[in-house]
C-alpha cells in the first residue's frame, strides 16, 4: 500500500481500535460491489481529508457528528 494508504490507516486508528482497523482493512464487504471503494476510502478521506491539520481528533469527530446530525442522517 501506498504512503496516503498509510497516513489514512493511521488517522483512522486514533478512533477505532487495532483490531477493528484491521478488521477494515481485511473485509471482504464491498469486493464484490466495488473492489477499489475500501482503499478510495482510506486514501482519501482519511489520508488526505481527515488527517488535514488544524483542528484536534477529539474536535473534528465533533464537527463530524455535529455535520450529520444537522442533515438528519442521524435521529
Not at 478512533?15 to 473492489?35: F, G, H
Not at 477529539?58 to 457528528?65: E, N, W
Amino acid at each position: 500500500m501506498g504512503e496516503r494508504f498509510t497516513k489514512g490507516l493511521a488517522t483512522i486508528k486514533q478512533y477505532i481500535t487495532e483490531e477493528e482497523a484491521t478488521r477494515l482493512v481485511d473485509s471482504d464487504t464491498l469486493a464484490d460491489i466495488a473492489p477499489d471503494l475500501r482503499k478510495m476510502i482510506i486514501e482519501f478521506a482519511y489520508g488526505d481529508v481527515y488527517s488535514r491539520p488544524g483542528l484536534e481528533a477529539k474536535s473534528r469527530a465533533l464537527v463530524v457528528i455535529t455535520a450529520v446530525v444537522t442533515q438528519g442522517a442521524e435521529p
